[in-house]
């Protein structure tokens, strides 16, 4: 099916490192959404967006609605062990509201 | 409250087999979507129901079919399963329809699904 690139795919970092992920797509969103899974559970919503050019913070989350409609991208500052999991982006098309869903970017924390 | 319940949490089949799976949504929810995931391909909806009805549909063949309870209980069915069908199953459930949309969904932990 139809998918965001979304990159990295993974991620190596030391703890207390920020973090940036971003996800771009050749169709124009009405909506942004920034999800997190932990190992055997169901995503769950971190951060939506709902306007071009938005920044909406969530604690040491930060996400963009980009301008043009086509991108965003979540940071993590200060990363911290429980920031460990799977971060999905997900956009809501302008035409027909289908979800588009992003193949997730993994955080790992080095030791 | 309680949270979106998936069950069971693990299947094994065999291929060939069919299988039925079961989403009991948060009290008051009326829409129940479906989503297949796999490693590497993200979060692929199958379909949402609201009110017994199904109202959107993902890309999947006939095999992958649902349905809504009054209680708005759901369960989805795969028949004649093939190796390609082992995924984690997550349902989500919401207040309203979303067409697809994902802002007010709860997902459960999900079904993971293997087949032999």
């Known amino acids: 099916g139809q998918q965001l690139n979304q990159s990295p795919q993974s991620m190596f970092i030391q703890e207390g490192e920020d973090v940036s992920m971003n996800c771009t797509s050749s169709?124009?969103?009405?909506?942004w959404l920034w999800y997190k899974q932990d190992p055997g559970e169901g995503p769950v919503l971190l951060i939506a967006?709902?306007?071009a050019g938005e920044l909406t913070s969530n604690g040491r989350l930060t996400a963009q609605f980009g301008i043009t409609r086509k991108d965003s991208f979540l940071n993590i500052s200060a990363s911290i062990p429980s920031d460990v999991g799977i971060y999905f982006c997900?956009?809501?098309?302008?035409?027909?509201?289908?979800?588009?869903w992003g193949a997730g970017t993994k955080l790992i924390i080095k030791p | 409250k309680a949270g979106v319940t998936q069950t069971p949490r693990y299947l094994i089949k065999t291929r060939g087999q069919q299988v039925t799976l079961s989403c009991s949504p948060i009290s008051g929810h009326r829409s129940v979507s479906w989503y297949q995931q796999t490693p590497g391909q993200g979060l692929q909806f199958l379909f949402e129901?609201?009110?017994?009805?199904?109202?959107n549909k993902g890309n999947f063949p006939g095999r992958f079919s649902g349905r809504q309870f009054s209680n708005s209980r759901s369960e989805m069915n795969v028949s004649t399963l093939e190796l390609g069908d082992s995924a984690l199953y997550l349902c989500?459930?919401?207040?309203?329809?979303?067409?697809?949309?994902?802002?007010?969904?709860?997902f459960g932990s999900g079904t993971r699904l293997t087949v032999v």
């Open positions: 169709s124009i969103f009405n909506t």
């Open positions: 989500a459930s919401s207040p309203l329809l979303l067409t697809g949309g994902g802002y007010g969904y709860t």
């Open positions: 967006l709902y306007k």
């Open positions: 129901y609201f009110s017994e009805t199904q109202r």
């Open positions: 997900a956009g809501q098309e302008y035409s027909n509201y289908q979800l588009i």
